[in-house]
């Protein structure tokens, strides 16, 4: 098993701010061999696909690329690019600090549907909006390819800025004509709680003492808005951490277990063939490259 691949943040041709704009077909030219494996950024990515066809794996999901299609990716999230890929597009990544200038800006990050479900990568057909943000990634470009300047952070944050929002009118059409209601608020502190504490395997009531609420207010707000339940969407959840530690981690599965809140390996091994139909080892041989 090769050590975690992890790939930080790198500066290109602008060599201040800690946002990166270019072509798919640019990314793939410097490391192609290292990108078609699976690997884990440690800054956020958007993909605006223009052109061709082929996959893209997010945290395990298989995505069809297709033009005009756009694609967000979190920090931490586990991806790698198809090799028999014919697509292209425009990519622009960033760090949460470049982004969460603000207190409205943070809370904006950890709420956004856009990046905070693990479980339902946000990937949809931006419809009409497609030339708005074709113009607003160039207006990124242009802007990084100018020298330095103390207003330039500002400027390509508000250029990002809109192109996250008017992606999510897209993305949530009916959601955004109106605030996020206490039950959407309260499922998306949740999902965000849970990534936090993950590994630690808080009870729904633990969770929902942390939140202040009852564990059934809790209950009541998934069903209405995910028709589920908080409990099968922390088992969900810890599955695939599980399967992004057996992917990248150079530990055992003894330690892999231990760290994700089992005394036991033998129930850390009974829980993942349960929800993913295989065992740890076996799903560690079936891995590519």
């Known amino acids: 098993m090769n050590k975690l691949r992890r790939y930080p943040f790198l500066h290109t041709f602008n060599q201040v701010q800690k946002i990166n704009a270019t072509t798919i077909g640019e990314r793939l030219s410097r490391k192609p061999h290292k990108l078609f ?13 223009t052109k061709g066809e082929g996959l ?11 033009p005009r299609h756009i694609l967000f990716i979190g920090s931490g999230q586990v991806h790698h690019f198809d090799p028999k890929e014919t ?31 693990p ?30 300047h103390p207003n330039q952070g500002v400027i390509l944050h508000h250029y990002l800025f809109n192109m996250m929002l008017i992606a999510e009118i897209v993305c949530t059409p009916k959601q955004k004509t109106m605030p996020l209601s206490r039950q959407q608020l309260l499922v998306a502190d949740f999902k ?15 969770y ?11 209950q ?18 810890l599955a695939l ?30 829980f993942f063939k349960a929800h993913t139909g295989t065992t740890p080892s076996r799903f560690r041989e079936l891995l590519p490259g």
């Open 87 to 117: 697509y292209d597009g425009m990519t622009v990544v960033f760090t949460e600090d470049f982004f969460s200038r603000t207190d409205e800006h943070r809370r904006f990050l950890s709420l956004s549907p856009l990046f905070n479900d």
């Open 208 to 218: 929902a003492a942390m939140l202040n609420v009852t564990p059934r207010s809790l």
């Open 56 to 66: 893209h794996s997010v945290d395990f999901n298989t995505i069809k690329v297709k």
């Open 37 to 49: 494996q699976s690997h884990r950024t440690d800054f956020y990515m958007i993909f605006l696909f």
């Open 192 to 206: 965000r709680l849970s990534n936090q504490h993950l590994k630690e395997q808080w009870t729904i009531n633990q």
């Open 119 to 148: 479980l339902q990568p946000a990937y949809f057909d931006v419809g009409e909006r497609y030339n708005e943000l074709s113009v607003l990634y160039d207006f990124i470009v242009n802007e990084l390819k100018r020298p330095a």
């Open 241 to 270: 951490e599980i399967k992004r530690m057996l992917t990248f981690e150079t530990c055992s599965i003894n330690e892999i277990a231990f760290q994700t809140g089992f005394k036991e390996a033998s129930n850390f091994v009974k």
């Open 220 to 237: 009541n707000a998934f069903s209405a808005l995910e028709d589920s339940s908080p409990k099968s969407w922390l088992t969900e959840r």
